[in-house]
């Protein structure tokens, strides 16, 4: 298991957030995009993990309601997965919305996802619905995970 730094980036760094997003997912997407999203939200979180210090994937995510956080988006480049970013990061965001005071991190997963699938699995979530995304045409999976026990 590769051992990846964690940082907390702030606003500035929505365009490299932006450059990982488009090098995994499609899609590609620009910093308006992320900009939109973030508007009204409050305690929005970006985390950028590096390996040898280039950056391998992100987080990005943000109070639903004040007890609950949402992992909106993990990602990973293809070329460095199976190495337990993912993992890292998502302790790295358990152990913030523990600092912060939220109870819970819900997260939804396209059902195709089936890496992501099991790793919230693996990390204790419970799966606590299932919903339609029109705009793809396929299910989501939605997680929670309790933090008070954490």
């Not at 907390?8 to 997003?21: K, Q, S, T």
């Not at 391998?56 to 109070?63: H, Q």
């Not at 005071?101 to 890496?115: K, L, M, T, V």
């Amino acid at each position: 298991m590769a051992s990846a730094k964690i940082d907390v980036i702030g606003p500035n760094e929505v365009p490299l957030i932006a450059e990982l997003y488009s090098n995994i997912f499609r899609p590609a997407r620009d910093g308006a995009f992320f900009r939109r999203r973030f508007q009204g939200r409050y305690n929005v979180l970006m985390l950028l993990a590096h390996l040898d210090e280039s950056p391998v994937g992100f987080f990005v995510g943000f109070e639903l309601k004040p007890t609950v956080f949402f992992a909106w988006l993990y990602g990973v480049l293809p070329d460095q997965r199976r190495q337990g970013i993912a993992s890292q990061l998502m302790e790295a965001v358990h152990g913030w919305a523990v600092e912060h005071g939220y109870d819970s991190i819900r997260f939804e997963c396209h059902n195709q996802h089936r890496p992501m699938l099991h790793l919230a699995i693996q990390q204790l979530y419970d799966i606590v619905g299932i919903r339609w995304d029109p705009d793809r045409s396929e299910n989501l999976v939605l997680f929670e995970k309790s933090l008070l026990a954490v």
